[in-house]
């Protein structure tokens, strides 16, 4: 079992930065993939970007490769997402989910695949 708080949402102008936090439950973090996903209203969750649980691969979404960054410390059961650049049609809510599936599998998994998700925070871009 585990548990996911994020963390870092906010309001944000066009063109500025915010970085979520996503902090783990339980001893076995290393053992997880770690997602980020994001959910507008009145549209389907999207995949942001994911990490393996070593950290060695990463997969992002098109709409964000080269704004965003996904990394994580298994030392502090974190995960994080550096968001630079910031557009309005970046405002959704974000979701951080786990799930133990080789990263193989993990990385064609839609979002509603995964075992276990955070409460949602909110992320808002004014133009």
């Known amino acids: 079992q585990v548990q996911l708080v994020e963390s870092g949402g906010g309001l944000v102008q066009a063109g500025g930065s915010l970085r979520l936090s996503c902090a783990a439950s339980?001893?076995?973090?290393?053992?997880?993939?770690m997602g980020w996903f994001r959910q507008a209203p009145g549209k389907e969750r999207e995949r942001v970007a994911v990490?393996?649980?070593?950290?060695?691969?990463?997969y992002y979404a098109n709409s964000v490769k080269g704004r965003f960054t996904i990394s994580r410390d298994n030392a502090k059961n974190t995960v994080y997402l550096q968001m630079n650049s910031l557009n309005p049609e970046d405002t959704a809510v974000y979701y951080c989910?786990?799930?133990?599936?080789?990263?193989?599998?993990?990385?064609?998994?839609?979002?509603?695949?995964?075992?276990?998700w955070g409460q949602g925070t909110q992320v808002t871009v004014s133009s």
């Open positions: 989910a786990a799930d133990q599936r080789t990263w193989g599998t993990v990385k064609y998994m839609s979002p509603y695949e995964y075992d276990y």
């Open positions: 339980g001893r076995t973090f290393s053992s997880y993939a």
């Open positions: 990490i393996s649980g070593s950290g060695g691969y990463t």
